[in-house]
């Protein structure tokens, strides 16, 4: 059964793929085509784990090439696991993308190739996952990368092809480097089976394994966007539409995290560059969220908070014991999951408030509580407030420090903690701007009964009908009748600012019309609904990532054993060369 | 077995002047650039299957006399995605000629503006420059607040400074009764 069902999350999605090549002028058709697939790619998925978790690690040989000479498919824990959270998100982006396509329809992605592309990504990350040889691993990153290089610049909009520009050569870069690792693996053991390269390496000189192990990081650490090789993503992922930065941000990454987890523990188990490691990982997470402090738009923050937190994850490979392993992968799921969701709400804050820029945004909170809710519990999850998934993964990560004792561990322990609460703070900047503070967009701060009103008690000393605001509200120079009253100042004072701030909020939000324009100053600015199944696809997200709470329990269990697999790799090792027979 | 030192200067040389083409600011630059490194690199995974030897697999050379056809498998894949790739950096740069008649890495202007921002330290703010009623309730002024003619001045100098600056660090619109 197990060797019937593991080829299957590849192949979908290419079959799918082709499908919906060629129903490419049915927008429909399409659209339910490719739900399907990643439907079918989901339940496989589960149920590759539960056989997985089950009846232990399996390897199929594609193709019938006995062991070391065709290429092999390995499921074991860690694989299905990821296969499943990456399909859930995959699929919870796909609905969402859906109906963003159906409110606007399709003018920036003229070829409808939106689908197709994105199916070739998710058979690529399934390939990632589940490749028992290096190149396969290498011809997985390529599936996945060459559609991501079309899915953010698609349209070709000036920013995106600048931003494409920089994530592509960059991209290139770290396939190059992986290639050449391969060429040097194989030259120096003769073979690119992982579980062969196990035994193999270890025979090498220690000199010749640090240099393969340290080539094969770098590769995966640009992939992974580990300091000082993250740079590239704040600066490429935040002009792409926003279900392909949701996507890019929860699972790319995570597909580099996941090969050195694999490097780390099946190929150079002997923990040589474990301190290297424990220093990119402090180094990620303060760099990383010391600059999602400074930005200013919901997106880029998004996208700082992301490197910063890689590095927890970094962090508990480096560890190297099976605790650390263990809330390593507790927390790749996670913030798989976490990431995704918050970047899809940044895509709804968009279509709400007409920008992600914190400085345009306010009362949204107001404007549409709903959306609220949806950005404020995984934003407290991902700072790691305590029922949430987030405290949980970073609470094993932390306690696994502790464990493993020494200074090193301890100072990433300490910075662990700062870099949770720098989080709580780069989040809580968003929520109380953007949520939080006053409509921005306020077109009845016009008059002077609504500026009166606007003002209250406390600012305008006088009862309502303060004569002489209107001046100051429509010039908005700052022109103070001199023979006025102290109540006429007050209220034309407030009345200058308050214009200043229309006309200042006037532009930024691109829905709303300039408050000169209306008509009816009583007259509530016409918020663009958000549409449907965009809203109900990000719930269906957040719910997922509160049942990743709800369900830590038996989550944490699973990523255990995996860590427990992975620590002594002989499951995997007896799944490739024991059930060589099977072939589907 | 001869070792050859032709295969390791040519990929050490494709290496150097790939990386320094690399490094240019010039798309069309960048792209050489990256044709090197992947020919440079095509040619380490082959060499690193041993010496040439007869052809494989088809049986006219003995086992131990035959290249090793899996390196060339390899290179094979890998020179597909390489010009796969290829040819979508160049519509890229194509396209970024057509956009903005330039074919150089682009600046990220929003990081540029977020570094240009000046950082405001909160104890660095002047009390006598805020309204009155964002001062903290301790400032002297507020003590005594009657003096209207005070607040008066304080309050021309204020719309007067801020009138124009559509920044919303300078102070919030009240809050009070929205208006809804």
Do not use: C
């Amino acid at each position: 059964m197990i060797s019937v069902l593991t080829p299957l999350p590849v192949l979908l999605p290419l079959l799918g793929a082709a499908g919906a090549l060629l129903v490419g002028r049915h927008p429909w058709t399409q659209r339910t085509l490719s739900i399907l697939v990643l439907s079918a790619v989901l339940t496989v998925s589960v149920l590759l784990l539960l056989l997985a978790d089950a009846g232990g690690a399996a390897a199929i040989s594609v193709g019938g090439w006995p062991v070391p000479l065709g290429i092999v498919l390995v499921v074991d824990r860690l694989s299905a696991l990821m296969l499943v959270v990456a399909t859930t998100v995959g699929l919870g982006v796909l609905v969402f993308a859906v109906g963003q396509g159906s409110a606007d329809g399709d003018e920036e992605t003229p070829l409808s190739i939106f689908h197709p592309t994105f199916l070739v990504l998710m058979a690529g990350v399934a390939n990632a996952f589940l490749a028992g040889d290096l190149f396969n691993l290498y011809v997985g990153f390529e599936i996945l990368l060459t559609a991501s290089y079309v899915l953010l610049t698609l349209g070709g909009s000036a920013p995106r092809i600048r931003a494409g520009i920089t994530y592509i050569v960059v991209s290139l870069m770290s396939s190059l480097i992986f290639l050449a690792a391969i060429g040097l693996v194989y030259a120096a053991t003769g073979t690119v089976n992982m579980a062969q390269l196990a035994g193999r390496l270890a025979e090498l000189p220690a000199g010749i394994q640090v240099l393969l192990q340290s080539m094969l990081l770098i590769a995966f650490a640009i992939k992974a966007a580990i300091f000082p090789l993250s740079a590239w993503l704040p600066d490429s992922y935040p002009t792409a539409p926003a279900p392909v930065t949701a996507v890019f941000a929860g699972l790319l990454t995570k597909v580099g995290v996941y090969a050195i987890i694999r490097t780390q523990t099946l190929l150079f188990p002997t923990g040589a560059l474990d301190d290297v490691l424990m220093w990119a990982a402090l180094a990620t997470m303060l760099i990383g969220i010391l600059g999602a402090i400074a930005q200013t738009d919901i997106r880029r923050i998004l996208s700082f908070t992301l490197v910063s937190h890689i590095g927890y994850m970094v962090f508990g490979i480096a560890l190297a014991t099976a605790a650390g392993l263990a809330g390593a992968i507790f927390y790749v799921v996670h913030h798989i999951a976490i990431q995704t969701t918050l970047f899809l709400v940044a895509g709804l804050v968009e279509r709400q408030g007409g920008s992600t820029a914190i400085d345009r945004l306010g009362g949204l909170a107001k404007a549409s509580p709903l959306l609220a809710v949806l950005f404020f519990v995984p934003a407290m999850n991902l700072a790691g407030i305590p029922p949430f998934s987030g405290f949980i993964g970073k609470l094993g990560l932390l306690q696994a420090g502790v464990q493993g004792g020494g200074w090193l561990p301890l100072t990433l322990v300490a910075a662990g903690a700062v870099t949770s609460l720098l989080t709580l703070l780069a989040v809580s900047r968003v929520w109380t701007r953007a949520f939080w503070r006053p409509p921005t967009q306020s077109p009845v701060l016009d008059t002077d009964q609504a500026a009166a009103d606007e003002a209250g008690p406390d600012l305008v000393p006088e009862p309502v009908g303060a004569p002489a605001s209107g001046d100051g509200a429509t010039g908005g120079d700052g022109r103070l009748p001199n023979g006025a009253t102290a109540a006429d100042d007050a209220g034309s004072r407030a009345a200058a600012r308050r214009a200043a701030w229309a006309r200042h909020t006037a532009v930024a939000t691109a829905s709303t019309p300039p408050a000169d324009q209306m008509g009816d100053p009583r007259v509530e600015p016409p918020l663009r609904p958000l549409p449907s199944v965009m809203v109900a696809s990000t719930a269906a997200m957040v719910a997922v990532t509160v049942a990743l709470t709800a369900l830590a329990g038996p989550l944490y269990e699973i990523a255990d054993r995996a860590a427990e697999d992975l620590r002594g790799r002989g499951p995997y090792l007896e799944a490739v060369f024991g059930d060589v027979g099977e072939t589907p | 077995m001869t070792p050859t030192v032709v295969l390791p200067v040519i990929i050490g040389g494709l290496y150097a002047a790939g990386v320094y083409l690399l490094l240019d600011r010039s798309l069309t630059r960048v792209l050489l650039g990256f044709l090197l490194l992947g020919n440079a690199t095509n040619l380490l995974v082959l060499s690193s299957g041993g010496p040439a030897g007869g052809p494989p697999i088809i049986g006219v050379t003995e086992p131990g006399e035959m290249s090793d056809p899996l390196t060339q498998a390899l290179v094979l894949t890998a020179i597909v995605i390489t010009f796969g790739i290829a040819a979508f950096l160049l519509a890229m740069i194509y396209r970024s000629w057509r956009l903005v008649r330039q074919e150089v890495v682009g600046v990220d202007e929003e990081d540029r503006r977020v570094a240009r921002r000046e950082g405001i330290h909160a104890d660095e703010l002047d009390p006598d420059d805020l309204a009155p009623e964002d001062r903290s309730a301790a400032h002297a002024d507020s003590l005594h607040s009657s003096s209207l003619e005070g607040d008066r001045a304080a309050e021309h100098a204020l719309a007067e400074r801020y009138a124009g600056i559509p920044s919303d660090d300078v102070d919030l619109p009240p809050t009070r009764g929205a208006a809804r």
